[in-house]
């Protein structure tokens, strides 16, 4: 089986109350131009279910919320084969210097290691019409202003 090397660009930091990436400083640079988009989608890796049983499930039986036995492709679960997240949040603001990025909040704990950062493009990352099993029916349509947050 082919092996990918994937090291992180950037940390989740929460400080004060409020949500941070920390870029790694040899990636400062590509912050450039950041400020003039709203939104952006972070690819982050679920480090604390990075383990051989986790890596290994590939349905669940019970859901932390009202639904029907699902695969791990059909959840956002972080126990999978490779455990990557990916989440959108609202920019706060852009620490160039300090490579801190201020975003409404993430659903990953604070330290989680984030691997890639793009720039949110409605034309591209949204979709018109989008099809939801009757499960989700009552979900929000959008994304909350303050994020989804990570609860304690």
Same mark, same amino acid.
């Given at each position: 089986m082919e092996k990918y090397e994937i090291s992180p660009i950037g940390f989740i930091r929460r400080i004060n109350?409020?949500?941070f990436i920390e870029i790694l400083s040899e990636y400062k640079p590509a912050l450039k131009e950041l400020e003039t988009f709203s939104?952006?989608?972070i690819i982050w890796w679920f480090n604390k279910f990075d383990d051989a049983n986790s890596r290994k499930t590939t349905q *669940? $039986?019970? &859901? +932390? *919320?009202?639904? +029907? +036995?699902? !695969?791990?492709f059909s959840s956002r679960s972080p126990m999978r084969p490779n455990p990557? !997240?990916?989440s959108t949040a609202k920019i706060l603001g852009i620490q160039h210097s300090e490579g801190m990025i201020r975003i409404a909040d993430i659903d990953a704990? %604070?330290?989680t290691p984030v691997l890639d950062i793009k720039a949110y493009m409605p034309s591209i990352d949204r979709v018109k019409e989008v099809k939801v099993p009757d499960? &989700?029916? $009552?979900?929000p349509e959008w994304l909350? $202003? %303050?994020g989804l947050g990570l609860e304690d």
């Open positions: 109350d409020q949500t939104h952006i989608q *669940f $039986d019970k &859901m +932390p *919320f009202e639904a +029907p +036995p699902l !695969g791990v990557l !997240g990916l704990y %604070e330290g499960w &989700m029916s $009552d979900w909350p $202003d %303050e």
